[in-house]
């Protein structure tokens, strides 16, 4: 799979995040992406081939595997930086229309078409609020696909064609929870990241705005 436009995507809303949004760029980048592509991928590149189990009946060890990992956990891992990430292009796609009109019109608009206020601000909110959504989503998803967040060392299937309940074993269970738990922790760093960026914007412009709404008063 290649990653190139989502590391295109990510350097692009670097440079119009705020400070915590940076930190959260960092992490997808250097914590999710780029462990899934060096390690996390080649683990379970061969689930399906190293799952065993104790019986030789032609086809119980596809309606085991099928059962017990409906979807792959690398490819719905994969699926979850996907999307996490594309909400972002909300932000990048809104500057990109500023600086447009600007040609367009053939003069500045905008102090700096990348400054997060105005519309931009609305737009930047929503897509935190999507990320922070999906996130959620994806956790509950693998919570309940897989039972929880565990990979069992041997699970007992007893699904036709199997014809009594057999045992089937799961290649590089430690491992594999390893991962399974950095994948969480990292969904959740980046859920508290995108609410406190959330909660930081909504506070400083409250902020200014009654600030600003106070000077005129006076005035």
Known sequence: MSWAFLCDLL???NKYSTGIGRIWVAVVFMFRLLVYVAAAENIWKHEHD???CNIKQPGCENVCFDHFFPVSYIRLWALQLIMVSTPSLLVVFHVAYR???EK??????YKN??????GLLYTYLISLILKTGLEIV?????????DGFK?????KCDIKPCPNTVDCYIS??????IFLYFLVATSCLCIVLNLGELSYLVFKYSIKYYLKRHVKKQQ
């Open 99 to 101: 600086e447009n009109r």
């Open 138 to 146: 994806f956790l509950v998803l693998f919570y309940k696909l897989y």
């Open 104 to 109: 367009h019109h053939h003069q500045k608009l």
């Open 50 to 52: 190293e799952f065993e």
């Open 151 to 155: 990979i069992p060392r041997l699970v």
């Open 172 to 177: 590089k269970p430690t491992e594999k929870m």
């Open 11 to 13: 350097s692009g809303v």
């Open 113 to 118: 078409p990348g400054k997060i206020d105005g």
